[in-house]
């Protein structure tokens, strides 16, 4: 059941940088890997089979599952791995924040909806109602007139609200979300 070619060196966890230790290489019912160490070991917590497709399988022993005949008890490396603990997150450079595109240059907003900057409440309803009849992702499912629907949507956001409106109006920036 256990092979020579499910062994490969420990790569290490979140917390642990690698120790370089062999160790059995098995796929959790989830499809994640999983490292156990290479004997089977009677305080371990882990069963371990080979799968009808010949994949060595894992998971974890409980009560309702209890240890059947083809399994092997067995410890999972993490347990028993004694890598260095990694650098902690403070002097890690801190995670990448996500792509938000930049806002639109000063009076584009009024020339996304199609109208002019002395136009009414009504006007900019209706522009952008007409626009988002024609440019929903529903009724058009390319990409650009996706990312089209989101600007004019933005627009709307700003100059729908008189405050927001005035403030756009005075520093050709929409304002920031509070």
Same mark, same amino acid.
């Given at each position: 059941?256990?092979s020579?070619?499910d062994?490969?060196?420990?790569r290490?966890?979140?917390?642990?940088l690698?120790?370089?230790r062999?160790?059995?290489w098995t796929?959790t019912?989830?499809?994640?890997?999983?490292?156990?160490d290479? #004997? &089977?070991?009677?305080? *371990?917590n882990?069963? @371990?089979w080979?799968? $009808?497709?010949?994949v060595?399988r894992?998971?974890? +022993?409980t009560?309702?599952r209890?240890?059947?005949?083809?399994?092997?008890?067995?410890?999972?490396h993490?347990?028993?791995?004694p890598?260095?603990?990694?650098?902690?997150e403070?002097?890690q450079?801190p995670?990448r924040?996500p792509?938000?595109? #930049? &806002?639109?240059?000063? *009076?584009l907003?009024? @020339?996304?909806l199609? $109208?002019?900057?002395?136009?009414?409440?009504?006007? +900019?309803?209706?522009?952008?109602?007409?626009?988002a009849?024609?440019?929903h992702?529903?009724v058009?499912?390319?990409?650009?007139v996706?990312r089209?629907?989101?600007?004019?949507?933005e627009?709307?956001h700003?100059l729908?609200?008189?405050r927001?409106?005035a403030?756009?109006?005075?520093?050709?920036r929409?304002?920031?979300?509070?």
């Amino acid at each position: 059941m256990l092979s020579r070619a499910d062994v490969k060196p420990c790569r290490g966890s979140k917390d642990k940088l690698p120790c370089g230790r062999a160790v059995r290489w098995t796929r959790t019912v989830a499809g994640v890997d999983f490292a156990v160490d290479l #004997a &089977p070991h009677e305080d *371990g917590n882990t069963a @371990v089979w080979r799968d $009808v497709h010949g994949v060595l399988r894992s998971r974890r +022993i409980t009560e309702e599952r209890p240890l059947v005949p083809p399994e092997k008890r067995m410890m999972p490396h993490a347990v028993t791995c004694p890598g260095k603990p990694r650098v902690p997150e403070s002097s890690q450079p801190p995670p990448r924040q996500p792509h938000r595109p #930049a &806002p639109p240059p000063a *009076g584009l907003l009024y @020339v996304l909806l199609g $109208v002019t900057r002395a136009a009414t409440q009504d006007d +900019i309803t209706r522009a952008y109602r007409r626009l988002a009849r024609q440019l929903h992702p529903d009724v058009n499912p390319d990409p650009k007139v996706a990312r089209r629907f989101q600007e004019i949507g933005e627009a709307y956001h700003v100059l729908s609200d008189p405050r927001r409106r005035a403030e756009y109006d005075r520093t050709g920036r929409p304002p920031r979300a509070r």
